[in-house]
C-alpha cells in the first residue's frame, strides 16, 4: 500500500480506507461506555486528537504512550497519535507508578493520553485527555510508513528488565495481511469481541487493527466476566472472539446451556498467549460444536507466527503451522538448524528429546512481520540473513504442525504477559527479611503460568505469604505479583554458584 507520492502508507491508512468504504458501517463498539462509533465517526474523531497533538508539540518520530484501557477512547488515542506522526508507546492503565515512570523515561515520551490528570507522571512528562476538545483545529496527517516505528511495545526480555520492541508499520501490515489468508479470516461483517488488553499486542494486532484492515465492528469490553461476556455475545451478535485460554476455560466452566446460548451466533474462536488445555476445547467442542484455534506468536513477530487456522482444525497440544509469508526452523544454539545437541552435565542447556520426528529445538522464524531490534538502538533483531531465534523450544509432528516444549530461558508468561524472574526477585530481595529469593512459573489452567517465588528467610526473621505478596502488589503489576510463596531454608545452586531454577521448577 502506498500514497498518492509514492511513499509506503502506514497503519494509521487503515482507519482512512475503511472510513472511505464504510463511512456508516459501524467501528466500535464500546460496551461500557455504550458509545457506538462508525468508520467515519472513528476518523472525524482520530482527525481531531491528531490535531490537538501537533499543537500539544508532538513532532513526527515523537514517542506518545497510550495509558488507557480497552475501550473506545484506546482506539481514537491509538489512530490519531499514529496520524500526527508520532510512535505509539502502549502502557497498561493499572502500572504502578515506579514500573510508569521507567517506561516513560526508556522510550522517551513526554505526551501520555489517560482519563485522569497527570498527578502521577515525572515533571516533564505533559498528560492530555484521550479525545480533543474545543473547535476544530488545523488537520494532521502525517504519513509514515514502512520501516518508520509505528509502536514501541515493552516486554520482558531474555536477560534483563522490559525491553521496547520496535515494531514498524511494515511489521504490523505485513502480519495482518498474513493473517488474512488463513482458513475462516476475518470479514468486514465480522462482529469481533476483543475483552483482552489493546495494550498488549495480542489485543492490538490480531484484534483492533485485523477489524480495522477488513471494516469489521470491534466489539469493546474492558473487563472479561464470563456471565456478562456471553450476554454482550448475545447483545451483540458477535461473530468472532479474539481470547486467552482462561476466558475459555470460565466458558466451559458454565456448562452446556449456558455456552450454546451465549455463543449461538459466533463462528469464530482464537486462543492465544498461553497454552489451551485440550479438556477445555472439547467441552466448548461438545457445547456448541465450535473449535477454538489456537496460535503462537511473541510481541518480536508484530505477533502471530503460527495457527491452526491454516489448516482449519484444531489439534491439541499444536499451536498450529506458520501463517502464510512466514518461515519457521528449528535450529540449536548456535543458530545451525537440525536437531540440538544435548549436555547432560548441565540440566539448564538440555533439551528432552521427544517421541517426535527430528527432535526438539529452538523456533527460529523469518518473515516481513519480524521487528526492527529494541529500542532504542536496534540491538538484537533478526539476524543479517533475516533469521529471528524466538528462545522457544518445541518440535514439528510428522505433519509440520508445531508443538511448544518449554522455554530456553527463564520467562515467566502468565496471560500473554511476560514476567523476567529477576525483576520480581529483585523486589522481593528488598525486603530486609529475606535472604535470597528466587521466582519461577508454575502451571496454571487459568492463566497458562503463574509466578512463584521461593524465599529463604534472614536469620531469626518473621516473615509471611501476605507480607511478601503485598510488598510485591505495592511496586509491580499484577501478573507479576507473586501467586504463591514458598519458604525454604536454601535454594539450589550449581556448583559456580548459579541459581538451579529447572529443579525448582
Known sequence: MTAEDGAPEGVAALLGTAAADRPSGVAIRDTDSGEVLTWAGLDAAAAAQAARLAEAGVTPGDRVALRLPTSADFVVGLFAAL???AIVVPISPQAPAPELHRLLDHSGALVVLQRTAGDDLPEDVVALPPRAGGAPAEPVD?????EDIAVISYTSGTTGPP????LSHRALLANLAQLSQVQGA????DRVLITIPLFHVYGLGPGLLQAAAVGATAVLSERFEAVRTLELCVEHRVTSITGVPVMYAEFAALGAEALGRGLATVRRMNSGAAPLHPKVLTAIRQATGLDVYEGYGLTECAPVVT?????????PGSVGRPLPGVELRLVDSDGAAGEPPLDPDDPDD?????DAEGGTGLVSVRGANLFSGYWPDGTSGPGEDGWYRTGDVGYLDSEGDLHLVDRANDLIIVNGFNVFPREVEEVIGRLPEVAEAAVVGVVDERSGEAVKAFVVPAEGASLSEQQVVEHCAARLAGYKVPHA???TESLPHSATGKLRRLRLR
Open 350 to 354: 538440555v533439551f528432552d528429546v521427544l
Open 307 to 315: 495457527s491452526t487456522l491454516v489448516t482449519g482444525y484444531p489439534k
Open 186 to 189: 476475518l470479514q468486514a461483517t
Open 163 to 166: 525491553r521496547g520492541v520496535m
Open 485 to 487: 510463596v514458598e519458604f
Open 83 to 85: 496520524r500526527a506522526g
Open 142 to 146: 502525517v504519513v509514515r510508513g514502512g
